[in-house]
């Protein structure tokens, strides 16, 4: 059974650009889920989409934004880059019905913004 | 709002001694999940453990076990037998629910994380 891909594993931008980030669930999951990690804040909570639908939202500006595909793979966008956005993006799919249901993850997108 | 604390930024062991990794939360829900994450060099982010907190009983998984408490809000992670392979950053987390045109537990809460570092 194959993993949680993400795609690409490394990005470069320069400050102003947008960029956009892929996720591809295990098959059967329905809910994906995104991250963002850095040494400073830790990780932090994005937005979880189920069934193509936003079900939650982390506290980050509208520049972050995201959506699912019907077949539930997952993309998220973020636009006109700030330094602060430089961070490794984790996504994460499980089944999604239950709260004890484990969450599968990526090895991550490591996004440097210069 | 749920919120999880992990009060030790980094900790180091001996191989083959035992570690004990400490989280406490904060929550008003009465029944739940908690997770043990571990994140290792490569990256991945791998479940070590989970515990419902309905359950009396704490979690075992091979040589790792939990000390639930309930009542002190508390879930720490004990490793036993540490091996290099336990190397890692372990992260405790709180599944949230969200009832937006059905339910699901996909946002996790996060403690800071930490740094566990096995001696050969």
């Known amino acids: 059974k194959a993993g949680v891909t993400q795609t690409p594993r490394y990005l470069i931008k320069t400050r102003g650009q947008q960029v956009t980030l892929s996720c591809s669930p295990i098959?059967?999951?329905?809910?994906v889920s995104w991250y963002q990690q850095t040494p400073g804040q830790g990780l932090q909570f994005l937005f979880e989409?189920?069934?193509?639908?936003?079900?939650n939202k982390g506290n980050f500006p509208g520049r972050f934004s995201g959506r699912q595909f019907s077949n539930s793979r997952s993309e998220m966008n973020v636009s006109t880059l700030e330094l602060g956005d430089s961070a490794l993006y984790l996504c994460?799919?499980?089944?999604?019905?239950?709260?004890?249901?484990?969450?599968?993850f990526g090895q991550g997108t490591r996004l440097t913004v210069v | 709002a749920q919120t999880v604390t992990q009060s030790q930024p980094e900790m180091s062991v001996q191989e083959a001694e035992t570690v004990t990794l400490s989280c406490t939360y904060d929550?008003?829900?009465?029944?739940?999940?908690l997770f043990w994450y571990k994140q290792p060099p490569s990256r991945q982010m791998i479940l070590v453990i989970r515990?419902?907190?309905?359950?009396?009983q704490n979690a075992t998984e091979n040589r790792f076990s939990v000390n639930f408490q309930k009542a002190a809000k508390s879930f720490s992670l004990k490793i036993s037998d540490s091996q290099l392979g336990d190397t890692a950053m372990y992260f405790c987390?709180?599944?949230?629910?969200?009832?937006?045109?059905?339910?699901?537990?996909?946002?996790?809460?996060f403690g800071q994380g930490t740094i566990l570092t096995v001696h050969p």
């Open positions: 994460a799919s499980s089944l999604g019905f239950s709260m004890g249901t484990e969450a599968f």
């Open positions: 098959s059967g999951h329905r809910s």
């Open positions: 989409y189920f069934s193509e639908t936003q079900r």
């Open positions: 929550t008003s829900e009465n029944n739940y999940y």
């Open positions: 515990q419902e907190a309905y359950k009396q």
């Open positions: 987390a709180f599944p949230q629910g969200t009832n937006a045109g059905g339910t699901s537990y996909g946002k996790l809460t």
